[in-house]
């Protein structure tokens, strides 16, 4: 079938405030303009954003050229209990926020009528989620045009294997035989004809010494399939896949095309920092991107199914994919998300929509069929994952099933004092940690923590679990359960493992596992890329930040921060993974040295690769060195702080003072010989502004985004990391500013105006292009101080 985009042309408002209503292109995510209170149910788990209902609305001429055409929307993403109307008529339902859904409408369009299409997304009903969900259509909406006759949308697999054997299926509404060709850049590499019977079609093509797909040579393929009736053709699609086989075995891990792979892995929630739940393309992209350079090759989608965008870019990129279903089945973590009744209703539905979206794409190696299900402990939800994976295997048998279980909390579960309950009072899904006390003692309790929940997934209660599971799972999936991987091989010879969850400061002594443990698959931090909501978990917070009376926005775990910024922990994931041999160093903020402040299990630092800090002159703070070498010595300026002996490659320096100048990290071998340095300098000169695009020209579609990073700089382009003033963001031409926003943790500004404090010097803005071809100018002003940059938009 013809798809078209259908994201443009909407019009929005809120239920009750109709006389606001406003034009917009989706994706959009409405949640971003609401108002944060710390009254609102949302609470620290949404970010304290209100919710609402929300509708869009859409004109719709009828072309002549639709006439007796099947006609069918699909909406990537509608947060949440959709409902799809034609000219007053309720055409379709949705009630998961995080499936793709398909709504036919041909048979109510009138040729040469104007039709309206109305779609109202309910997420008035809050608390229902344990992150910040967004709310209204964020995700992409294509309309698809074609015969009576067609292949039908997202039914075509393809399992595609190293030894080049190709297995083809799809689904078909008429005709009767498809043709199907294997192309690589153009050129044919095998092609069959097979007949169609009982609304389906299979067929096999050989490709013979075929360019395998893995993380470090993501090579692809394009499929074409086309539907005839005799000679005439009816239909065609195009799929792009790639040829990979995947095994697993306690006794070799997880082999890719026959090698051996540990997951380097990251967990990622939907969002995309300033742009809220909407998944533009480009933010997809840039999200796989920037993971890759940060030395990852694999994502979980937590804890709900990615998007489209995602998994192409993950094909592309070369990142393995755990795709998750949800985070919920039988008992809510909160009064109204999609747990007990929504999802026995749908479930079949929703992860047969996840299946489908998934099954040609070569990056996705796992399924997950669910996160931290308490009643895993429970008779009821061991039958329930039992049905699951069966459903899984019968639709797509090539992936493996898994999910991210918490021993802890199912065998809290299976006694009785299970942490979440179906009665509506029950609200500890919306629970987070952003108002922590700062002090020593917090610190200390937060440090052990981690290693009591660990502790916690071991012992009768979680095998006891484990060995409810046994038989159902391909391979198992523990969160926080560090302690169980050397005796897990031992008690249960016969599983597969992988930490599907665990924290990023215990990455060493996890890979050190991974490294050792045959049937230990990989790891995935909670998180890589941080992400809105969940406030304050992994956020440093400063006793100047409870003061201010900013509410948190973000979680705060992640390594990567919610603009795309790697912190200086990245460099320490590369060094454990044997990526890099050069140290980095961390400088905890020098603006907040002697402060009182708290941290958390899941981030101990909030260091910054910066030695430019003005107005912090002899302030002292510590300074932490990443190295791979057995020792380090760390020198301000030529004056040496010592020589440490590094432990998992980390070296800590106490109250060292900020000198303008020069910061150098050296790290040394046993025998005291040089491995390599790092240097930070001060930035010279008085701030200026430095504006830096991520292209230079966009189609003209009013669709295609453009991610423009401002930072205040000296005169040598160092980001000046203390200095931080609010900056104006004006766009002329054709284009408009639809995102402002940093990465500050604490913060009472927006994300959807045209001024935003900078957060270590750094602010960052999304231009979307208009759809008319010519010049776009960003003016940047902060105060006295101006810059431009120029991007141009160009006719398709």
Not at 20 to 29: E, G, I, M, R, S
Request: net charge negative.
């Amino acid at each position: 079938m013809h798809a078209e985009s259908f994201n443009k042309g909407w019009i929005f408002y809120k239920e009750g405030q109709e006389e606001q209503a406003k034009a917009v292109t989706l994706p959009h995510d409405a949640m971003l303009w609401e108002e944060r209170d710390k009254a609102n149910p949302s609470a620290g788990a949404g970010a304290y954003f209100a919710g609402g209902t929300y509708i869009y609305e859409k004109k719709l001429a009828v072309r002549p050229d639709w006439q007796d055409k099947s006609i069918i929307l699909e909406f990537e993403g509608v947060y949440q209990k959709a409902t799809i109307w034609v000219n007053g008529r309720e055409v379709g339902q949705n009630a998961y926020g995080y499936s793709n859904f398909f709504v036919p409408i041909g048979e109510y369009l009138q040729s040469g009528e104007e039709m309206t299409i109305r779609v109202v997304a309910d997420n008035s009903a809050i608390p229902n989620s344990r992150w910040y969900s967004g709310s209204g259509i964020y995700r992409k909406v294509t309309c698809y045009i074609g015969n009576q006759q067609h292949i039908v949308p997202d039914s075509v697999s393809v399992d595609a294997g190293a030894d080049g054997r190709a297995k083809i299926r799809g689904e078909v509404t008429g005709g009767d035989r498809v043709r199907l060709r294997i192309c690589k850049d153009g050129k044919t590499c095998a092609e069959t004809i097979v007949s169609v019977a009982g609304g389906r079609f299979e067929g096999t093509l050989q490709v013979e010494k075929p360019a395998l797909w893995s993380d470090e040579d993501p090579a692809l393929y394009e499929l074409e399939a086309e539907l005839f009736t005799g000679e005439e053709k009816l239909d065609g699609e195009n799929v792009t896949f790639g040829f990979r086989t995947i095994t697993w075995s306690p006794q070799q891990g997880l082999l890719v095309n026959g090698r051996k792979v540990l997951l380097r892995g990251s967990c990622v929630h939907h969002d995309n920092g300033i742009l809220g739940a909407a998944a533009y393309d480009e933010a997809e992209s840039r999200k796989v991107r920037i993971h890759k350079e940060a030395g990852f090759n694999a994502i979980r989608s937590a804890h709900n199914p990615c998007s489209k965008a995602m998994l192409k870019a993950c094909d592309r990129y070369g990142i393995y994919v755990m795709d998750e279903f949800a985070d919920h089945w039988l008992i809510h973590k909160n009064p109204y998300d999609y747990a007990d009744a929504d999802f026995k209703a749908n479930w079949e539905k929703d992860l047969l929509a996840m299946i489908r979206k998934d099954q040609t794409h070569p990056c996705v190696i796992l399924y997950s069929i669910g996160n931290e299900i308490s009643e895993l402990g429970l008779p009821e939800g061991v039958e329930m994952a039992r049905k699951m994976t069966e459903f899984v295997k019968k639709e797509d048998p090539t992936r493996g099933v898994t999910a991210g279980i918490n021993l802890m909390l199912a065998s809290m579960a299976a006694k009785g004092k299970g942490l979440y309950s179906n009665d509506p009072e029950n609200k500890k899904g919306s629970q987070s940690m952003d108002n922590m006390p700062t002090s020593t003692f917090f610190n200390m309790l937060m440090n052990h923590m981690g290693g009591l929940m660990d502790k916690a997934a071991s012992g009768k209660g979680p095998d006891k679990v484990v060995e409810n599971l046994e038989g159902i799972l391909d391979i198992n999936g523990y969160n926080y359960a560090t302690s169980r991987y050397v005796a897990e091989g031992k008690k249960y010879p016969g599983h597969t493992i992988v930490g599907s969850e665990t924290l990023p400061k215990y990455l060493f002594r996890n890979w050190q596992l991974c490294e050792k443990l045959p049937y230990l698959t990989g790891d995935f931090m909670w998180t890589g890329w941080d992400y809105l909501g969940e406030a304050g978990i992994g956020t440093v917070k400063y006793q100047s930040d409870l003061e201010s009376g900013n509410l948190i926005i973000s979680g705060g775990p992640g390594v990567i921060d919610i603009c795309g910024r790697k912190r200086p922990e990245v460099e320490w994931n590369r060094m454990i993974w044997h990526l890099t041999d050069t140290p980095e160093i961390s400088v905890e903020p020098m603006n907040h040295g002697g402060e009182k402040y708290s941290a958390s299990m899941w981030r101990d630092t909030d260091g910054v690769a910066s030695w430019t800090w003005p107005g912090c002159e002899g302030r002292k703070n510590k300074v932490r060195v990443y190295a791979t070498g057995k020792y380090v010595e760390l020198l301000v300026n030529g004056k040496s702080y010592g020589i440490r002996k590094t432990r998992e490659y980390k070296a800590e320096f106490s109250k060292v003072e900020y000198v303008p100048g020069k910061i150098v990290a050296r790290s040394y071998d046993a025998a005291k010989q040089l491995i390599a340095e790092r240097e930070l300098v001060t930035a010279k000169g008085e701030a200026r502004l430095q504006v830096a695009c991520s292209v230079k020209t966009l189609p003209a579609n009013g669709e295609a985004i453009c991610y423009v990073d401002i930072d205040l700089v000296g005169e040598d382009g160092i980001t000046m990391s203390s200095c931080d003033r609010p900056v104006t963001v004006e766009v002329e031409g054709c284009g408009e500013r639809i995102a402002l926003g940093s990465a500050r943790p604490a913060q009472g500004e927006t994300f959807v105006g045209n001024t935003h404090t900078t957060y270590q010097g750094k602010v960052q803005a999304v231009i979307r292009a208009k759809e008319t071809a010519g010049p776009v100018k960003v003016r940047v002003t902060a105060g006295n101080l101006q810059a431009m940059a120029e991007l141009e938009t160009i006719a398709q």
